[in-house]
Every structure is written in C-alpha cells, then in structure tokens.
C-alpha cells in the first residue's frame, strides 16, 4: 500500500495519487482481501427482473458511494498532519476497498454497470477529503466519522429497500454497515470533533445528489 511521507516531492505525491484513481476506477483498489460475505439464507426463488432492478439500482448506488470514500480518504490522507491519523485513513480506506469490490461483484452478478460518474464523484471527493484534512487532523476525523454515520444510515435504509429474497445483496450490505460503524467510532477514539450542522446538512445534500444520478446513470 502506498504511504505519503513527508519528505516526497509534490510530483511523487501527484504520481501517487494517480495511481490511486486509475486503481479505484478500474476496481483495483488497495483492500484487505476479505472474501464477499456470504448469507446463512438461500433463496427459493430467483430475482425477477424487476427485483433485479431495484437491487442494481440499490448496488450501484453504494459503489459509487464506496468511489466517493476512496477519494475521501486519499485526499485527507494526502493532507494529514500526523502519521498515526494517516495510518487510521489508511486502514480504514483498505477496508473500504473491500466494499468496492463486492459491490462491483455483486452489480455484475445482477448483469448491471456501475455509475457512469464514477470520475466525477472520485474527483469531487478527493478535493473534499484535502479540504478537510488542511483543517486539521480533529476536524478531519470528525469529518470522517461524520461521513460514516451517514453512510450508515443510508446503509440501513438500503436494506430495507432491497427485494426480501435478495439474501447476497443483504449479507454484503450489512458487512459494510458493521464496518462504517467501526470506521466512525475509531475516528471519534482518536479525537475526531464534531462538525457544524450546518456542514452536516450540507453533507448531506452533496450525497443526496450523488445518490440520486448514481441509481439510474
């Protein structure tokens, strides 16, 4: 896994970086190569076509969050302060990896694509994730730990939504939300503050637009 460290130039660290978007755009993302969660159920039945739809829809929708978070996280890692709040974005950014890949997985299995924006939520991201990290380490996790309750949340509500019978979709959701939720507490352990409301509202506005092209386009 790559590292920034202080002493690299700016051309090294511009080098990294793309390195890091052509990978997370081509579904190579640095990860922890936890295998695809598995239900304990099996359904009877197959998805209809309609059912597959809603869980396309539903899928594409988490990778194109799972793109956003890579991004995040290259760009507050990129910025940050001190090795240790690098070293946690790290970790957490291998584990989110993982959540690309099965998402991917799982869209193709559903004979689906993955967003066509998937370079613009990457880009928009990036930027938004250096923006927090020059505000300082605290901010940042803050940040972070803001971003994963949000994302719990939509997790929750996903799951919900998706077709009853669609126990593969359900058991990699799931596995995601206990890991958003880790992600979130450890940036609160290591002294990630709370952020204005009124950044959260804006937060969640930008994903609310996100989500809204990425189920379709």
């Not at 979130?184 to 804006?202: C, D, M, R, S, V």
């Amino acid at each position: 896994m790559h590292k920034f460290i202080r002493h690299y130039s700016l051309v090294d660290q511009i080098i990294i970086g793309a390195d890091q978007l052509v990978k997370t755009l081509s579904n190579q993302p640095d990860s922890t190569n936890r295998p695809t969660p598995k239900s304990n159920f099996i359904s009877s039945s197959p998805l209809s076509a309609a059912e597959k739809k809603v869980s396309a829809q539903l899928m594409r929708i988490n990778h194109a969050g799972e793109i956003a978070a890579q991004a995040l996280y290259h760009g507050q890692a990129w910025v940050a302060k001190s090795s240790s709040t690098r070293e946690l974005l790290w970790t957490a950014a291998k584990e989110e990896g993982d959540h690309l890949i099965w998402c991917q997985n799982r869209l193709q299995q559903l004979n689906s694509h993955t967003s066509y924006f998937n370079p613009l939520w990457y880009s928009g991201s990036f930027i938004i994730g250096a923006l927090a990290g020059f505000w300082g380490d605290q901010k940042s996790l803050g940040f972070l730990a803001e971003t994963e309750h949000q994302v719990e949340q939509h997790l929750s509500y996903h799951l919900e939504q998706l077709p009853e019978n669609d126990y593969a979709s359900k058991a990699i959701l799931e596995q995601m939300r206990q890991d958003e939720h880790k992600h979130a507490q450890t940036a609160l352990e290591h002294g990630g503050t709370t952020l204005p409301f009124a950044l959260k509202i804006l937060m969640k506005l930008t994903s609310k637009i996100m989500t809204s092209i990425s189920k379709y386009l």
